[in-house]
């Protein structure tokens, strides 16, 4: 693999897959940092069995929309502890899906089941427009969110006059308190040549500590120049514009690895 990335620094803030991106770096010549910027816990059992039995209650909901491949999974994992599983795949063969994102969609496809919307780009606003054609008006839709309250697609459902029921399998918590504050020290000293996200909550962690401790701005400077900010995909990026970076790397692929790719190809144009 080509040394793209010889005598960078490289801050990997996204706690999974971490090791995995790390060798990624250091194929490519690069020094990588594992700063995670957000912890992922799974919900109390009891919350998600109570979302999974409402869930299930008849009739059935007409509508069920999933925006991540590892909250579907966690829904299945629990209804097999229930022993509910064939009643979720009976409601669900009898429910229109709508998705957001390649990995829902894999991970329907894997249950048998094909999703009769999806968004067009990976985004909560690809979603929205992909479901405007459909009549929504006093549907029960159930919506499994990702690791975090969705206001903008809760709203946009109720506008239409749906009956929104959220389930959430797991959330996102803010990282260690020294992990993150030694990231923004890094990133600020210009420690890092480039941060790596994979998703919006990270950089909003990273943002309110910054915040909070009187050195956001200092932290938005150095996003202007020298270092460079990447994102997995569409989501994470809106993520990080809507914080104030306008610097910053998305792959087209919107994978860990062409994520990767896309910074080292980065970093040589710089060097040329």
């Known amino acids: 693999m080509a040394q793209h990335m010889k005598d960078r620094v490289v801050a990997l803030a996204g706690p999974r897959k971490a090791a995995e991106m790390a060798k990624l770096v250091e194929n490519m010549g690069g020094t990588p940092l594992i700063r995670p910027a957000q912890g992922t816990v799974f919900l109390d059992d009891e919350v998600l069995r109570e979302s999974i039995e409402n869930w ?111 389930i959430l399998p797991y959330k996102h918590i803010p990282p260690r308190e020294e992990d993150i504050s030694l990231l923004v020290d890094e990133i600020i000293q210009g420690k890092v040549d480039a941060v790596a996200f994979t998703s919006a909550p990270q950089f909003r962690f990273l943002a309110d500590f910054a915040r909070d401790h009187g050195k956001l701005e200092a932290v938005l400077e ?44 980065f970093f040589a144009q710089s060097a040329n």
Not at 80 to 104: C, F, H, P, S, W
Request: charged residues 25%; without cysteine; negative net charge.
């Open 56 to 166: 299930l209650k008849e009739p059935a909901p007409p509508w069920a929309i999933f925006t991540t491949g590892i909250g579907l999974e966690a829904i299945y994992d629990m209804a097999e502890q229930m022993g509910v599983l064939d009643r979720l795949n009976a409601t669900l063969t009898q429910t229109t899906i709508a998705a957001r994102g390649y990995k829902t969609v894999n991970a329907l496809k894997k249950r048998g089941l094909t999703p009769i919307v999806r968004d067009d780009d990976g985004s909560t606003s690809g979603l929205i427009r992909a479901l405007e054609p459909f009549d929504l008006a006093d549907k029960r839709i159930v919506l499994q969110l990702h690791g975090e309250s969705a206001p903008k697609l809760v709203e946009w459902l109720e506008s239409r006059g749906a009956q929104v029921e959220t």
């Open 222 to 265: 150095a996003f202007r120049g020298p270092v460079i900010a990447v994102a997995v995909g569409k989501v994470t990026a809106q993520g990080l514009r809507e914080e104030g970076i306008a610097r910053l790397l998305v792959p087209e692929d919107e994978r860990m690895g062409s994520m990767m790719v896309e910074l080292g190809r």
